[in-house]
């Protein structure tokens, strides 16, 4: 039989955890509904939390876009998508991509189009290339523009 937890031990355990790692609001709630704490209990649990900075979506946002986008080389829009599906405020997710330098973003878009361009058969032609490395550019959730740019730089043909 699954054991519930009471009001406060809910709130020692997830102080434990936002000192560990970024937590958003969302996802707190999240974790407080699955262990059974009431919504009454759980908003006031939210509020402790925040008030005490163990959450704060800003710095969640900001943590969250820095790590998918050096680490998981992801693009704005993934990031975007995936800080929206945490249900992140719009105003912290356009200040947390703004965050994002311009040069060092097109660099590692580059980068990774150009790993994937390695990957594909010497079989396929340049049209087919070229309509595979868009698509995976785009499933990353870089830009369209930011794609056609690289797929017309010589550079990345050069390689």
């Given at each position: 039989?699954?054991?519930?937890?009471?009001?406060?031990?809910?709130?020692?355990?997830?102080?434990?955890?936002?000192?560990?790692?970024?937590?958003?609001?969302?996802?707190?709630?999240?974790?407080?509904?699955?262990?059974?704490?009431?919504?009454?209990?759980?908003?006031?649990?939210?509020?402790?939390?925040?008030?005490?900075?163990?959450?704060?979506?800003?710095?969640?946002?900001?943590?969250?876009?820095?790590?998918?986008?050096?680490?998981?080389?992801?693009?704005?829009?993934?990031?975007?998508?995936?800080?929206?599906?945490?249900?992140?405020?719009?105003s912290l997710i356009d200040s947390a991509?703004?965050?994002?330098?311009?040069?060092?973003?097109?660099?590692?878009?580059?980068?990774?189009?150009?790993?994937?361009?390695?990957?594909?058969?010497?079989?396929?032609?340049?049209?087919?290339?070229?309509?595979?490395?868009?698509?995976?550019?785009?499933?990353?959730?870089?830009?369209?523009?930011?794609?056609?740019?690289?797929?017309?730089?010589?550079?990345?043909?050069?390689?």
């Open positions: 039989m699954k054991r519930t937890l009471t009001p406060h031990q809910a709130l020692v355990k997830l102080e434990e955890l936002c000192s560990r790692s970024e937590q958003c609001s969302y996802d707190v709630k999240q974790k407080l509904f699955k262990w059974g704490i009431p919504a009454d209990a759980a908003a006031k649990i939210i509020d402790s939390l925040v008030a005490t900075r163990y959450i704060d979506d800003r710095r969640f946002a900001l943590a969250y876009t820095r790590d998918k986008y050096i680490f998981a080389r992801w693009g704005r829009k993934k990031i975007a998508n995936g800080l929206y599906a945490k249900r992140i405020d719009r991509l703004a965050s994002i330098d311009n040069r060092e973003y097109a660099q590692i878009a580059f980068k990774v189009i150009i790993a994937k361009l390695r990957s594909l058969s010497d079989q396929l032609q340049s049209f087919e290339k070229r309509q595979r490395l868009m698509r995976f550019g785009i499933s990353r959730g870089y830009e369209t523009s930011l794609i056609i740019k690289i797929l017309e730089s010589r550079k990345l043909w050069e390689q």
